[in-house]
Antibody
Framework: EVLLQQSGAELVRPGSSVKISCKAS????????MHWVKQRPEQGLVWIGR????????VYAEKFKSKATLTADKSSNTAYMQLSSLTSEDTATYFC?????WGQGVMVTVSS | DVVLTQTPPTLSATIGQSVSISCRSS???????????LNWLLQRPGQPPQLLIY???RLESGVPNRFSGSGSGTDFTLKISGVEAEDLGVYYC?????????FGAGTKLELK
């Protein structure tokens, strides 16, 4: 069974950074891109970018190029997304997905 | 970026009714490799999105065959032949033919 297990909810201060994880199991981690998607409360879905776990190559949506950093650790089958210089606009649920399979989402709340 | 326009934004249906959702793209989604990368997702309340249809019309494994997708170029349709209670939620079209991936704004399916 394919499973994408994401890390727990985060409460972070404005101006800080956060790193969330997505541990994959049930398939060959390096066979599929890992995408990251943002969903603000009661809003739609926004694509952040993707990483090729086989070689670390990344593609970002323009608006996230200075906000998000995607990495992947083949030894632990885990993908990571770091978000920097956090503001209230970054308060959202963040999903990892291979396309057919989705993580449960991580709620990141930015508040002082 | 490719803009996907979904209509209607809200859809009210009775159990057993057949409904359709439209997704129109600002440019053709036909890739140079001959594939059209247009998928449909369903997000139930409090859940991550679920893939229903990929490559315009291919039913994801485990998805009931009352769901069907059609279309080409810039115009696409998701049809539900006989709505069931478990179908309620927000439907999104998403394209990955052109970078960055983009989502439609969503269509909320409610019970009448």
């Amino acid at each position: 069974e394919v499973l994408l297990q994401q890390s727990g909810a985060e409460l972070v201060r404005p101006g800080s950074s956060v790193k969330i994880s997505c541990k994959a199991s049930g398939y060959t981690f390096t066979d599929y891109y890992m995408h990251w998607v943002k969903q603000r409360p009661e809003q739609g879905l926004v694509w952040i970018g993707r990483i090729n776990p086989a070689n670390g190559n990344t593609v970002y949506a323009e608006k996230f190029k200075s906000k998000a950093t995607l990495t992947a650790d083949k030894s632990s089958n885990t993908a990571y997304m770091q978000l920097s210089s956090l503001t209230s606009e970054d308060t959202a649920t963040y999903f990892c997905t291979t396309g057919p399979y989705w993580g449960q989402g991580v709620m990141v709340t930015v508040s002082s | 970026d490719v803009v996907l326009t979904q209509t209607p934004p809200t859809l009210s249906a009775t159990i057993g009714q057949s409904v359709s959702i439209s997704c129109r793209s600002s440019q053709s989604l036909l890739h140079s490799n001959g594939n059209t990368y247009l998928n449909w997702l369903l997000q139930r309340p409090g859940q991550p999105p679920q893939l229903l249809i990929y490559l315009v019309s291919r039913l994801e494994s485990g998805v009931p065959n009352r769901f069907s997708g059609s279309g080409s170029g810039t115009d696409f349709t998701l049809k539900i032949s006989g709505v069931e209670a478990e179908d309620l939620g927000v439907y999104y079209c998403v394209q990955s033919t052109h970078a960055p991936n983009t989502f439609g704004a969503g269509t909320k399916l409610e019970l009448k």
